[in-house]
């Protein structure tokens, strides 16, 4: 062998060894002096903990509630009213009433919470609860300047769906409510639309059979 064919022997089996070849990496596999690739020992992963508990939450007055509960949502109420001039001829027009509204839920029902836990709220009531879809009975008290001048008290039942995003970023409410004027007791309807978990919300209320309170705006800001 000539020492040039012996310097590339050299070479190339030095290249083989850094390059991890081997003379049995050509062997059978069925080979039994072939050497196997340990087994990796298997991982054992603990079981979950079912152990788990929940506690239902406990809503009650507080002084900061009920402070929250005093801050008033502005309307603005119109009707048809009767006037008369100098000439002494009535006439029929359109007068505008602002007006503050103050609303407290005595009790309401929720489908939207955990079915584990209870769908009742009384008094303080969670946005969760309300806005993922309820039914509740609520008690409005408003004052009306202008033409009407008076407090108004009406009972009202509404139910509000969620939708968008469970009803935190848009919800949406159907009510009708009673109220006495000058004796008579009047029915109105209602509907809504709130963001932000109801926090703020527009209210539109119609009394078909009342003329001097026939519709009622109401930019509706509500804490628990």
Partial sequence: MSARAAVLLVAVM?????????????ADPSDPTTPERPVPPPRIVAPPDTNYSYAEPQYYPTLPWVLAQLVPSPEIGGGR?????????????????????????????????????????????????????????????????????????????????PLYHRGEYLSGSLGTSTYAYDGTMRVAYEAGLYVLSGVFGVQVTYAPAHDPLGLIGTFRIRYF
């Fill in 14 to 26: 030095s290249f083989a060894a850094a390059s991890g070849w081997s003379t049995s990496a050509s």
């Fill in 81 to 161: 009213v009767q006037r008369t001039g100098i000439d002494a001829v009535p006439r029929t027009e359109t007068a505008l009433a602002f007006g503050l509204r103050w609303q407290l839920a005595p009790v309401l029902w929720s489908w939207g919470t955990n079915r584990h836990l209870s769908r009742w709220r009384f008094f303080v009531s969670d946005p969760l609860a309300r806005h993922s879809g309820s039914v509740e009975l609520d008690g409005t008290f408003e004052y009306l300047f202008g033409h009407i001048d008076r407090m108004i008290v009406r009972p009202t039942l509404r139910a509000t769906f």
